[in-house]
């Protein structure tokens, strides 16, 4: 039996929106399936050395659903639910993205940074994580093409 394989799309950069991709690369690594990430758009700065990652309250309306909408609007509630979520993350163990990330580079998941993204905001090589590919769509449809599972997140 060959190898399975997944591609996993990565679109948004949120803290939230961050761990699925490296949750999911990661298992997969675990299970013994090849994996590769295209990070693309917003996703792309989940590759950056230095994390500064937010939660946005209006992103999610699951996040909060007792809050109205009019105050998730209001200045300085970004950082609060920002706040909120890494104190939540810390009392209950999980791993930072860091971590995954780390986990993920240790399981030999190769990561794409999406070539034209890279140029439209300006990222830098160095501004990136060490074993990070460059190279635009065609470069990942190959893989993703031959995959047995292909997700956009």
């Not at 140029?119 to 060490?130: N, V």
């Amino acid at each position: 039996m060959s190898q399975k394989r997944i591609a996993i799309i990565v679109t948004k950069g949120t803290l939230d929106c961050a761990y699925p991709p490296f949750i999911l690369a990661s298992t997969a690594t675990a299970l013994g399936w090849e994996c590769r990430m295209f990070f693309t758009l917003y996703g792309l700065r989940l590759l950056k050395k230095e994390l500064q990652l937010k939660v946005s309250p209006l992103g999610n309306p699951a996040l909060a659903p007792r809050v109205p909408v009019l105050l998730r609007v209001m200045p300085g509630m970004q950082s609060l639910f920002t706040r909120a979520m890494h104190r939540k993350i810390q009392e209950k163990g999980i791993a930072s993205i860091e971590e995954l990330r780390r986990l993920c580079q240790e399981a030999e998941v190769r990561m794409f940074a999406c070539q034209m993204t890279a140029d439209l905001h300006e990222y830098r090589k160095e501004d990136l994580i060490d074993g990070v590919e460059a190279g635009g769509a065609a470069t990942f449809f190959d893989f993703a093409g031959q995959s047995d599972i292909c997700l956009l997140i």
